[in-house]
């Protein structure tokens, strides 16, 4: 028997199963940011303005594409998003226009600007959506003691308990003052021809002869000493970080790089 803790009740449980992202294509059409602001907390774990400007750009950008792509579930990467950076931003990216990661319609370029451009496979144009840098100056004069608690606490690491809680609190207040703030005083579109790649492909799953660990055949060593292996076992992989994509070495096996 299914077991479910009662945070949704039956009718709304057959609604999801059919749409998953039912609340949150219903707040889309209705531009309310403010739910789509708080539905995104639930996979960022807070409030702050960096994934408000990811929600608020989300709702600009694909207000103005197709109706249709609104429903996108991910399944067919119709809907594309090419995020250009890896904060807070990216995560209101990928809560209200449902590109993930994992459902390949997430693209991440290594570029460090709080932008992204929404492309829809088939479709010669897309639009990209840049912050624009006054956006500071409304959280400054909305709530002024959040960029020197953020200085504190979290650029210096210094903040008591006391100021954590602070901020926090300052965090969410920006947050929801940037849901008020036109689009247009926020972000700056153009329309642009987007660089996507092909669909994701569909690869096999083969088994690293070192570690004996399940991995995609497109990410093991094709030659070499190390043919077959995965890149962990070769010593040789990439990560998303905090600075971006960082190219790491873990030298277990001596042997011809692959």
Known sequence: MAFCSGIFNDQDIEI??????????????????????????????????????????????????????????????????????????????????????????????????????????????GVRVKVLPEFKEYIEDSVPEFYPLMEKVIVKRQGSSEDEKKFKETAREAAFSMTKIPFDKLFSVETTVPDIPDYAPIT????????????MASKVCKSGLKKGMCFMCSGHYSEVEGKGIVEKSSVIIKGNDC
């Open 16 to 125: 999801l199963k059919d749409k998953p992202r039912t609340n949150f294509t219903s707040a889309i059409k209705k531009m309310d940011a403010t739910s789509c602001l708080i539905k995104t907390a639930e996979i960022h774990g807070h409030f702050c303005p960096g994934s408000a400007l990811g929600v608020m750009a989300s709702l600009y950008g694909l207000s103005l594409l197709e109706n249709e792509v609104i429903e996108s579930d991910g399944i067919m990467e119709n809907l594309l998003a090419i995020v250009e950076v890896n904060a807070c931003f990216a995560d209101g990216i990928q809560a209200v226009s449902g590109c993930t990661l994992g459902n390949n319609s997430l693209i991440y370029r290594d570029l460090g600007k709080h932008a992204v451009t929404f492309a829809i496979r088939g479709k010669e144009k």
């Open 204 to 215: 096999d799953s083969v088994i690293c002869p070192e570690c004996g660990e399940v991995v």
